[in-house]
Structure formats: C-alpha cells, structure tokens
C-alpha cells in the first residue's frame, strides 16, 4: 500500500488549499480514509475522516466548517480542501488507511506535506 500526498504549501491567512492523496496497492473503494496533521512540538491529531463510500465524514472541531473532506474512488484519491485557513493550520499533512490481517491492525500512512499559513 502506497499513499502519496500533493498540494501543500504557503498560503495566507484567510487563503485556501487543497490537499490530494493517492492511494496504490489496495482496493480503495473499501478503506475508509483519514488526514491527520502534526505541527511542530505538537502530537499528531485527526483532522477529518470519511468514510469508504463517501457516505459519511466527520471533523475535527477545530477545522469544521472551513475544511470539507471528500474522496473520488474511480481516481482512488482522497482529498482535503481548506479554506480560511489560519496561522494554526501550519502543520505537516498526513494521509493515513488502516486493515485487519486476522486480529493485527496494519497502518498506512503517507509522507506528509508541508502546510505554511504566514503573511
């Protein structure tokens, strides 16, 4: 399983961005979906979910209503469009999958790209 994210970079605060994450080696239709981010000195935190279908999502509360989440299975890409963004938003983005071999979780994760909100 590969995942390779796009589409990072600096933007100004109130800008936008969106985020791209391709997905290989698995059969994409049937993995829910997630984007974490870390900024500096701080631990990793979920950002938005969704789910293998599409049908559902969720956020976290610090990015609700200004981040939408939304994935294209046929492209087997995720994205994470962000808007009005803020200085806070600075981070490293993560794409991140996860299956079940028997009972052991096996994680996915990307390489991460770099968010900059500055003036």
């Known amino acids: 399983v590969q995942l390779v994210e796009s589409g990072g970079g600096l933007v100004q605060p109130g800008g936008s961005l969106r985020l791209s994450c391709a997905a290989s080696g698995l059969t994409f239709g049937g993995y829910g979906m997630r984007w974490f981010r870390q900024a500096p000195g701080k631990e990793r935190e979920l950002v938005a979910a969704?789910?293998?279908?599409?049908?559902?999502?969720n956020y976290a509360d610090s990015v609700k209503g200004r981040f939408t989440i939304s994935r294209n299975n046929a492209k087997k890409t995720v994205y994470l469009q962000m808007s009005k963004l803020k200085p806070e938003d600075t981070a490293v983005y993560y794409c991140?999958?996860?299956?079940?071999?028997?009972?052991?979780?096996?994680?996915?994760w990307g390489q991460g790209t770099q968010v900059t909100v500055s003036s």
């Open positions: 969704i789910t293998a279908a599409g049908g559902m999502t």
């Open positions: 991140y999958t996860r299956d079940w071999v028997l009972v052991r979780q096996r994680d996915y």
